[in-house]
Structure formats: C-alpha cells, structure tokens
C-alpha cells in the first residue's frame, strides 16, 4: 500500500492549506482538492443551465445513433462524462485527467464510460482517428500558449474525418467591477503569467489556434453573458461565490499585492459585495470545429 501511495503524495506540495500539483511541466493554476472538487461541481452545473445543454457542435444525431466515441479533456470527477452517458447510452466517454482522485468508482459508472489517468502535455494516448468529438471545458487555468498550440495539433490528430472539437471556456473578462475588485482582477491575470506562464484569457486565442489548422472547418464561436452576483437572483447568488473560491484559489495572488493570505480572504468579501452592488458580469465562450479531409483538384 505504501509503494502504491507514496509517489500519488510526493505528486503533491500544500500551500496556505490547499493542494497543489507539484509536477514537471505542469502548470495548473488551481488546487487539486477536495475544495476545487466542489467547487468544479458547482461550476459545471451553473454552466449547463446557462448554455441550456452540454455541447453546441451538432453532434446530437450521431451520439443518438450510437456508436460514437467521445473524449473529454481534463475530466476532473467526471460530472460531464457522467451527464452525457446517461443521456447517450449507445455512445461510448472516456475521461482523462492527470489527478485520478476523484475519478468515481468503477462500480458506480454507467457501463459505457472509463476514466484514464494522463497527463495531455506529453500527448493524448490514443492513435490517429480515434474520437469522434473531443471536448475540453474549463482549462483556461492548466496550459500555457504553447501548451495549447500543441494539444490542439494533437486532438485533431486522434479525432477522425467528420469529427468535432469543442472548447467551452470563460473569458476571464470581468464588466463592471469596483475598485478592490479590480485591484485583485489585476494582479491574478499577471501574476498567473509569472507564476506558471498560464494566459488566463485564452480563450481570445482559441479561434486563431482552430483557424490555423487547415484540416478544421465551419469553426464557430459562441459567447454568453455570465452574471455575477445577487443581483442576478439565486443564479448570481451562487456564481459570485463560485468566482469568489476561484480568486481564494489562487494562493500566489497576495503576495503580488503586498498583503498576507488572510488579508486577501478578507478583500475578496468586498468582491462579492461590490459585484452585488455594481452588477459585475463576464462571459463563457464555445467555440467549435469539424475536421474535414482536404482532397487535391
């Protein structure tokens, strides 16, 4: 058990009581715990009630059908791989992450789903025209640019002719924001730069990443307003306190601010209360694409 356990834990080194990915070439921004596992819960389900659904590349008719093979890119527990085999039984989801902690239990997942272990930086462990949609959501937070750049060229690699790609991230905008606010909004877009070269706005350089790759067509672009705060009802109510345990997440902000871990759990009261009072909002993006095989005259 010992020999089992033991190089999971050295993976791992706790800042200001969180627990983070202590990984060559790793360069996730956010804890891996059971507080972000929360958290990411909670995210997932405010998202799918704004989008109306859990994908918007046309894919419904061939995951009806059956058949298809989808994989989704930095998994986390599974929630989206859990929702869309459920709802496609005949359809095949695979997840994979480079934490498997909170992968559910083999015996409690549906039988046409399965969860891998993978760290994607050192490539997606399937041949050439594997999937039939690969899906990524959320991972403004994990990759450097060029990171990106390479696991873009990868995923069109294992998706097949007809195939789609999809990434649903936010674009890390905030409209609206008071001054503390502002101040914290800052210094975490630098500081993510310094800290582990992580553009948080990527999201912008999604559509050029899908445009510069010939293979990829009828790209698409989606954006949706997301509201901040209680203004905007219970919705607002709970994604203020889901941005709120964002910014708390980054532990390495206070120090670019010249103020101690404690003192910036404090500021991020005034967030929650200066997004209620000035009506704070950002935006999620989609962005989808379908590899097509080019055929010279």
Known sequence: MNQVI????????????????????????????????????????????????????????LLEKGGAKIIDIGCGQGGWIFDMALEYPSSIFIGIDVDSSFFPPIDKCPPNVCFLTCNVTYGIPFPKETFDFVYLDMMFAGFTESQWSNLIKDIIRVLKFDGWIESSEPTFRFQNMGKTTKWIYDTAVKASMKERGVNVHISTMIPKFFESNDELTDIQCVKIEYPIGDWYGYFGKYSVNNVRRVFHSMVFVPQYMGITYDEYTELLKDLVKESNENKTYTHLQRCFAKKTLFTSL
């Open 6 to 61: 033991s190089p999971i834990l050295d993976k791992f080194k706790t800042i200001n009581g969180r627990d983070f990915f202590d990984v060559e070439d790793l360069n996730y921004l956010l804890p891996s715990d059971k507080l972000e596992a929360e958290r990411a819960n909670l995210s997932l389900v405010l998202r799918k009630h704004l989008w109306r659904g859990n994908f918007r590349a046309p894919i419904a008719a």
